[in-house]
């Protein structure tokens, strides 16, 4: 408890102890403490996330960054290698173009409360190798991320009716992803993480979704922001901040900022609960309950994506063979064709998904003005209906939350007359093995297969890594 002249009430000092709590766990955090699970799931998420990053290259929001990123940085040259480019910048700017590039095709992790891995990942990447860090001290920080950034979203989970009305804050509380991993993989003590936890709170945006209203490309930006927000929080710190600590602890600072509530008046009820951000820490590693994405679409496009898939290797039919794709608990604010001719759009179309789970592998080309104005492509999507009672994404997200997963029904009827039916999962469980084997097809294009087969080796084993920034050229 800390001296905090709000509380006269309890002798100026802080109530509960939840901030100080946390940075303590970040600081002292250890890979030795690990369970195994907990290591193998960092290292997927870690496959995965530069994989998709490697896919998003081609991307114009990845090359946009790259760009900006060069032109902040007063041209290339620093101490982090961009993935698939060799070129090298700043800390703070290339995890700026990693975290953008991770989002580019929105098929990094997925949970409940946004995608952690775009900052957590491309900070940690960047913090590492600019501190010439090992893979064991990389995956430490990445997982301290998850914790940490889940815990502090289901603090403020918004409900439902709150969602509905004002969005969520997917984005905002996103800066906790980067910050941890930079802290910890700087050295930050547990009094300066808790420092770099208060500029968090102070630092984060505002729990707004509108892009995702409006389709906009500035989403991807924004989680490479968060990255960049993660490294430079961390590096103010470590430089000399005070009087932030115990933010997360001050209804004053973070919670109420996030709830939309008047200073001095309580959030209502329901909207809060402080006893998440230090609920069973370093027990129930909310790293676990991420899920990983085989493609590159929204995560609730996933299931009827996973059913329909394993339809198509069951009975080997073609996009050509179809007459009609049934989609039962269709997620009706997904189910409309993409208003225009965009990535972020099309990510969000669970019929253009469909159509283009049975037009091209997954990639990059998915989201092409070719692809997504190919008349064959949308007619396809055309024939893509919700069949029986349909669910609202809010709602199904609560699913995942409570459940662990969202499953969707996909009833394929050929123009012979065929039938079949599956079911399939938003979390089909993918694994270290299996986000290897995504890699390769992710980087394909971007790193010769040599390449892509010795960089997902080395990641797989990262924990024998000594320096990561030995690792750059393999992935340059």
């Not at 766990?25 to 998420?45: H, M, N, R, T």
């Not at 936890?197 to 984060?204: I, Q």
């Not at 027990?283 to 590159?296: E, N, S, V």
């Not at 039962?328 to 225009?340: C, I, K, N, T, W």
């Amino acid at each position: 408890m800390r001296y905090n002249r709000f509380h006269k009430s309890t002798g100026f000092l802080t109530p509960t102890t939840y901030t100080q709590e946390l940075s303590e766990y970040v600081s002292g955090l250890q890979y030795e403490d690990l369970p195994a699970e907990v290591v193998a799931k960092a290292k997927a998420i870690l496959v995965n996330t530069v994989g998709a990053a490697l896919a998003g290259r081609s991307t114009k929001a990845a090359q946009d960054a790259l760009r900006i990123a060069a032109e902040a940085n007063g041209g290339f040259g620093g101490g982090v290698t961009v993935w698939g480019s060799g070129e090298k910048l700043s800390a703070v700017n290339a995890a700026y173009v990693l975290g953008t590039m991770a989002d580019a095709l929105d098929w990094e992790d997925a949970a409940w409360a946004g995608h952690p891995a775009s900052a957590a990942v491309s900070a940690a990447w960047a913090a590492a190798q600019e501190k010439h860090k090992s893979g064991k001290d990389l995956i430490t920080a990445i997982v301290a991320a998850y914790e940490v950034y889940h815990r502090v979203a289901m603090h403020i989970f918004p409900s439902r009716e709150r969602r509905l009305a004002k969005g969520i804050g997917e984005a905002s509380w996103q800066i906790f992803a980067g910050i941890v991993p930079a802290a910890k993989l700087y050295g930050l003590d547990a009094r300066k993480v808790n420092q770099a936890l208060g500029m968090g709170c102070e630092s984060s945006p505002l729990p707004t979704t509108y892009h995702s209203v409006t389709k906009s490309n500035s989403k991807y930006h924004e989680y490479g922001y968060r990255a960049k927000d993660g490294i430079l929080i961390a590096k103010c710190v470590e430089k000399g901040i005070n009087n932030n600590r115990d933010a997360l602890d001050e209804a004053r600072c973070y919670l109420n900022g996030m709830c939309g509530v008047p200073l001095g008046q309580q959030p209502a009820a329901g909207e809060t609960d402080l006893t998440w951000l230090t609920r069973e820490l370093g027990k129930d590693y909310m790293i676990l309950k991420t899920a990983l994405k085989r493609w590159p679409a929204h995560i609730l496009a996933q299931a009827s994506a996973n059913a329909l898939d394993s339809l198509v290797k069951q009975y080997g039919f073609a996009a050509g063979d179809v007459a009609e794709i049934q989609v039962s608990s269709a997620v009706e604010d997904l189910m409309a064709l993409p208003a225009e001719k965009t990535a972020m759009c099309a990510q969000s179309s669970i019929p253009y998904t469909l159509a283009a789970v049975l037009t091209a592998a997954p990639g990059a080309v998915w989201f092409s003005e070719e692809m997504m104005g190919a008349p064959a492509v949308l007619e396809l999507a055309g024939c893509v209906k919700a069949v029986g009672a349909t669910i609202h994404s809010v709602d199904a997200y609560e699913q995942i939350r409570l459940n662990g997963n969202f499953t969707s029904e996909v009833t394929v009827v050929l123009k012979d007359g065929s039938k079949y039916t599956a079911q399939g999962a938003a979390d089909a469980g993918v694994d270290l093995s299996a986000a290897a084997e995504l890699f390769c097809l992710q980087s394909a294009g971007v790193l010769p297969e040599e390449k892509a087969e010795a960089a997902v080796s080395a990641l797989k084993n990262i924990e024998s890594c000594e320096d990561i920034a030995a690792l750059a050229e393999v992935l340059a």
